[in-house]
């Protein structure tokens, strides 16, 4: 297995070496030790070849505290881009925010990452995103586990016939339903935000549901 | 470190003392250290003798409960903006109380460290600091910020009367401080006194006060014709002002206005009249922090123009509730009191939802409470369930009709869930396109229930048919219920069908008499007060009221009781069941106060031997009116 290891990473940088290292370290099992990542990226569009990511978001939670300072939040230097979805992030081509290049963010995003636990929303897209920009680099794919807000608000809800349960539900719908300030919605890490504060609810909930067990909600 | 996040607890931190001192760059460069800490309702963030954390707290959004654990008294309440935790830090000593969330809350941790340069640059903050140094508790400032009046002298006085409730009270004096000059005409000062809603208005020279108008002092010298309106503020103002500290106490005050007998004071820096007003404290206010009094509760919710202020008021309605339940005021009083009170929290919040629409509303409508709200049981803070209906409308205009009110309604059930009506999981309430419909949409929905009673339909009967109109049109609502006892004549099985989801809750008490208690999820071993005792008395007590068809009364102990009249052979089981949903309703309540949730599960080994005979002998009652509802309406062949 190490040998196996050793020879697929044998031309990989150093930084990436790095952030596989943290994963010999197990995951805590009591939930409040774990270290999640809460993450949002907004990007020129929804395709996953042609779209690039303009900016991650990202800020980390433990024992159900988010600490401000250890936030992440880059703003990538693109050329694609498609004039539609300016509406949507607000982030013009030529208003450059301290840009970095794409690399020089996920190099910072791993550092960042660490083996902590990621949580999104909608992850699949963000995962998706992320992956295709370390393929460009001839990198894999990430290795963090990932909790999804979408589904898991799904399971908070009641099964009853008098319900009828959504395919989808958007960040806006849970802002609504847990009364979060939908403040800075669009921005990477507002967004990130949103999902944090909606995650620590929605964990809340599951808590008091029957048979709730990290290992389940991790599964 | 600047970032989105930073920026965001900056904004709101500004709002309040010490930091609203702190210039914008500094504060977001402490917001960059800050820790964004969430609790859920009941847990602890630090408890009696726990080393002291390295930061002190600040309520961003929930509330915090601060109490002294060896007198399990109450020390103080925290809302938003609210500071705790800095003394012991400051003092450098463990936590001398218990801190935790009343309800679900957000907290932002500001470390000691990085706040304490700013305590050195600004003289503000450093007062602010030596204040909270020197005074027990938490803000020194919310006295003067909040409109706090109880001060430490007010809350120890109080835990020696064993009155810990009346530290929670929450007194508002309007900061917002409604002046004019000397000069200032009569009619001027009137419009703006209406405009404002306001008693009494200040007379102010470079900021400093010179005299008071109240509302008496325009009906005595203005409306008797003694002097024009166009006469001058200072012709008629009394003066000079009596003014007092900010940092008075409850009791001071009442004495303050007795000994003078006037009903405002105004409230200065430094209780001279040579320092600025800082807010003005009328009888009312007072009343209200005394306020163990509906009328008096009645009336601030009446006058509430924010849904925020509602839910300070709902805190009131529990304290209310609290003290009837101690002084063992009878139940239907008690309900009917505290029904009152909520309904009107609820018509507030729709007044207030309507006018933050842009338009009236195009044609009448009126406004539901379903479920235990409906029946006026609902006395603590449970989910909402509510529907809304409007006037029929041509068919073109439906679409366009429907949106409106469905918008209205998102506005309500939000500013509901504010002031702790949690959201229905079953999402039972107008705002679900489903529950806000037309007046003969509606009576199709309910026809379809009643002549297809498959179990769905009869739970949503259940549910629907105990509503009760809180706000709007009458006329809408009564004509919904005409239309449902012509359908139940019609469709008599409806009402076999009825009976059977009435007996289909779990039984109470296993087959050696013990109580059945739940085997599964957060309430394991719990008792379910609400599902396995009241709900088997309320969906009997419906199904037999409306085979009757009694309308208008959906309270279950005042059906039974109508019910006792209707048939006097079964009498006595009538009113035996009355009582018992008296006595569970009371036992629910105590219970949801002492645990500050609803009160539906029970910890059986909490309770005394007593209590737990009281609650037996309930099931007694509830068993022999199932026995009577199986044979009336011949359930058994249905089952079958």
């Not at chain 2, 504060?27 to 963030?45: C, N, P, Q, T, W």
């Given at each position: 297995m190490r040998l196996f290891k050793k020879k697929k990473n044998v031309h990989l940088p150093d930084f990436w070496?790095?952030?596989?290292?943290?994963?010999?370290?197990?995951?805590?099992?009591?939930?409040?030790?774990?270290?999640?990542?809460?993450?949002?990226?907004?990007?020129?569009?929804?395709?996953?070849?042609?779209?690039?990511?303009?900016?991650?978001?990202?800020?980390?939670?433990?024992?159900?505290?988010?600490?401000?300072?250890?936030?992440?939040?880059?703003?990538?230097?693109?050329?694609?881009?498609?004039?539609?979805?300016?509406?949507?992030?607000?982030?013009?081509?030529?208003?450059?925010?301290?840009?970095?290049?794409?690399?020089?963010?996920?190099?910072?995003?791993?550092?960042?990452?660490?083996?902590?636990?990621?949580?999104?929303?909608?992850?699949?897209?963000?995962?998706?995103?992320?992956?295709?920009?370390?393929?460009?680099?001839?990198?894999?794919?990430?290795?963090?586990?990932?909790?999804?807000?979408?589904?898991?608000?799904?399971?908070?809800?009641?099964?009853?016939?008098?319900?009828?349960?959504?395919?989808?539900?958007?960040?806006?719908?849970?802002?609504?339903?847990?009364?979060?300030?939908?403040?800075?919605?669009?921005?990477?890490?507002?967004?990130?935000?949103?999902?944090?504060?909606?995650?620590?609810?929605?964990?809340?909930?599951?808590?008091?549901?029957?048979?709730?067990?990290?290992?389940?909600?991790?599964? | 470190m600047n970032n989105t996040i930073s920026i965001r607890v900056a904004d709101f931190l500004k709002r309040f003392p010490p930091f609203n001192a702190i210039s914008k760059s500094d504060?977001?460069?402490?917001?960059?250290?800050?820790?964004?800490?969430?609790?859920?309702?009941?847990?602890?963030?630090f408890e009696t003798d726990e080393i002291p954390h390295e930061c002190f707290y600040v309520v961003h959004k929930g509330a915090v409960i601060l109490k002294n654990k060896e007198k399990d008294s109450l020390l103080d309440m925290c809302d938003e903006g609210d500071i705790f935790g800095l003394r012991p830090l400051i003092a450098n000593e463990n936590y001398k109380m218990d801190a935790y969330a009343l309800e679900e809350s957000i907290l932002y941790a500001i470390p000691l460290e990085a706040f304490r340069p700013y305590s050195q640059n600004y003289q503000d903050v450093s007062n602010f600091l030596l204040e909270s140094f020197a005074s027990n508790t938490r803000n020194p400032y919310s006295i003067k910020q909040k409109g706090q009046l109880v001060?430490?002298?007010?809350?120890?006085?109080?835990?020696?009367?064993?009155?810990?409730?009346?530290?929670?009270?929450?007194?508002?004096?309007?900061?917002?401080?409604?002046?004019?000059?000397?000069?200032?005409?009569?009619?001027?000062?009137?419009?703006?006194?209406?405009?404002?809603?306001?008693?009494?208005?200040?007379?102010?020279?470079?900021?400093?006060?010179?005299?008071?108008?109240?509302?008496k002092d325009i009906r005595n010298k203005v409306a008797t014709g003694l002097l024009p309106i166009t006469a001058k503020a200072y012709s008629i103002m009394s003066s000079p002002v009596i003014t007092y500290p900010n940092t008075m106490t409850v009791s001071q005050a009442q004495m303050a206005m007795m000994k003078s007998n006037i009903s405002h004071l105004c409230l200065t820096e430094d209780g001279t009249v040579n320092t600025a007003a800082v807010g003005i404290l009328s009888k009312h206010d007072l009343m209200l922090t005394l306020g163990n009094n509906p009328a008096v509760l009645m009336k601030a919710i009446k006058r509430a123009r924010k849904v925020k202020k509602i839910k300070l008021i709902r805190k009131s309605i529990m304290n209310l509730l609290q003290g009837y339940l101690d002084q063992n005021i009878p139940m239907t009083l008690t309900s009917r009191i505290i029904s009152e009170l909520n309904d009107a929290c609820v018509k507030q919040v729709i007044e207030l939802s309507l006018k933050r629409m842009s338009t009236e509303p195009p044609i009448k409508f009126a406004w539901l409470s379903m479920g235990s709200q409906g029946r006026s049981e609902q006395l603590l803070h449970t989910d909402q369930d509510n529907a809304l209906i409007f006037e029929d409308v041509p068919e073109t205009e439906l679409t366009e009709t429907s949106e409106y009110f469905v918008q209205l309604a998102q506005i309500i059930t939000k500013g509901l869930m504010k002031i702790g009506y949690e959201y229905c999981p079953?999402?039972?309430?107008?705002?679900?396109?489903?529950?806000?419909?037309?007046?003969?949409?509606?009576?199709?929905?309910?026809?379809?229930?009643?002549?297809?009673?498959?179990?769905?339909?009869?739970?949503?009967?259940?549910?629907?048919?105990?509503?009760?109109?809180?706000?709007g049109e009458k006329d809408l609502a009564d004509e919904l219920t005409e239309h449902i006892f012509k359908e139940?004549?019609?469709?008599?099985?409806?009402?076999?069908?009825?009976?059977?989801?009435?007996?289909?809750?779990?039984?109470?008490?296993?087959?050696?008499?013990?109580?059945?208690?739940?085997?599964?999820?957060?309430?394991?071993?719990?008792?379910?007060?609400?599902?396995?005792?009241?709900?088997?008395?309320?969906?009997?007590?419906r199904v037999l009221i409306l085979s009757h068809q009694i309308k208008s009364i959906n309270n279950t102990a005042e059906r039974f009781e109508r019910l006792a009249e209707l048939e006097p052979n079964s009498q006595e089981l009538f009113l035996a069941c009355s009582y018992a949903t008296k006595a569970l309703l009371k036992f629910r309540t105590k219970q949801g106060l002492l645990h500050n949730d609803s009160g539906r599960f029970i910890a059986l080994d909490t309770l005394s031997k007593e209590e737990k005979i009281k609650l037996k002998r309930t099931f007694k009652t509830i068993k022999e009116l199932q026995e009577l509802i199986k044979v009336r309406f011949m359930v058994a062949n249905l089952l079958s």
């Open positions: 070496h790095d952030y596989e290292e943290a994963f010999n370290q197990k995951l805590p099992d009591n939930i409040n030790e774990i270290r999640f990542v809460v993450l949002d990226t907004e990007t020129t569009g929804f395709d996953y070849e042609n779209d690039r990511i303009l900016s991650i978001g990202a800020l980390s939670l433990k024992n159900s505290t988010i600490i401000v300072s250890e936030s992440f939040e880059v703003y990538l230097d693109q050329y694609f881009y498609h004039a539609a979805n300016v509406e949507i992030h607000g982030i013009l081509r030529d208003e450059r925010k301290n840009c970095i290049s794409e690399l020089e963010a996920i190099q910072q995003f791993l550092k960042f990452l660490r083996n902590s636990v990621i949580v999104a929303h909608h992850a699949g897209f963000d995962m998706k995103m992320l992956n295709c920009a370390l393929e460009r680099y001839g990198l894999p794919k990430l290795q963090n586990k990932v909790l999804d807000t979408s589904y898991l608000y799904k399971k908070t809800l009641i099964y009853s016939p008098l319900l009828t349960r959504k395919e989808q539900y958007s960040l806006d719908e849970l802002a609504e339903k847990f009364d979060i300030a939908k403040k800075d919605r669009h921005t990477a890490l507002g967004d990130s935000y949103i999902t944090a504060i909606a995650f620590l609810k929605i964990i809340e909930k599951l808590k008091k549901k029957s048979k709730f067990s990290l290992k389940k909600l991790m599964r | 504060l977001e460069m402490l917001a960059g250290k800050v820790s964004i800490v969430y609790r859920d309702k009941g847990s602890f963030i001060s430490e002298k007010a809350s120890e006085s109080n835990n020696g009367s064993d009155n810990v409730m009346f530290d929670l009270q929450q007194v508002t004096y309007s900061k917002k401080i409604v002046c004019c000059t000397k000069s200032t005409t009569i009619k001027a000062i009137a419009e703006r006194m209406t405009k404002k809603r306001v008693g009494a208005m200040l007379v102010v020279e470079n900021k400093l006060p010179i005299g008071i108008i109240t509302d079953a999402e039972m309430m107008g705002s679900n396109p489903k529950w806000c419909l037309s007046l003969s949409q509606w009576k199709s929905t309910v026809g379809h229930w009643i002549s297809y009673p498959g179990p769905e339909e009869v739970l949503l009967s259940a549910i629907f048919f105990d509503f009760t109109i809180v706000y139940t004549s019609t469709y008599p099985v409806f009402f076999r069908h009825l009976a059977s989801g009435a007996l289909q809750n779990p039984s109470p008490s296993g087959f050696f008499r013990s109580f059945l208690v739940e085997d599964d999820g957060a309430h394991k071993d719990f008792f379910d007060l609400k599902r396995r005792a009241l709900m088997p008395l309320v969906d009997g007590a």
